[in-house]
């Protein structure tokens, strides 16, 4: 499978690193968090563009890369 993250500032601007219980995790920003919780809505109803659903999918991964890292960290010992 190849990733390819567009627009790329999502990496630059829209990654953070938060610790919670003692260990670090990656996190959205608040302003990528809202852009995801916007395209969800919009792609509820259908009235996503071709650019929008390539953004979303595109969060989507980070979202599901995210999660599998967030679990190595945290079982982690």
Known sequence: MQVII??????ETGIKVEMVNGR?????TEPLQSRLETLLEK?????LTSEEQEELNAINEFDRLFTYL???LIAQK
């Not at 567009?6 to 990496?11: F, Y």
């Not at 670090?24 to 959205?28: E, G, S, T, V, Y």
């Not at 792609?43 to 009235?47: E, G, K, S, V, Y």
Request: proline residues 16%; charged residues 5%; positive net charge.
């Open 43 to 47: 792609n509820q109803i259908n009235a």
């Open 6 to 11: 567009q627009p790329p500032s999502l990496i």
């Open 24 to 28: 670090p995790l990656f996190k959205f």
């Open 70 to 72: 967030n679990s190595l």
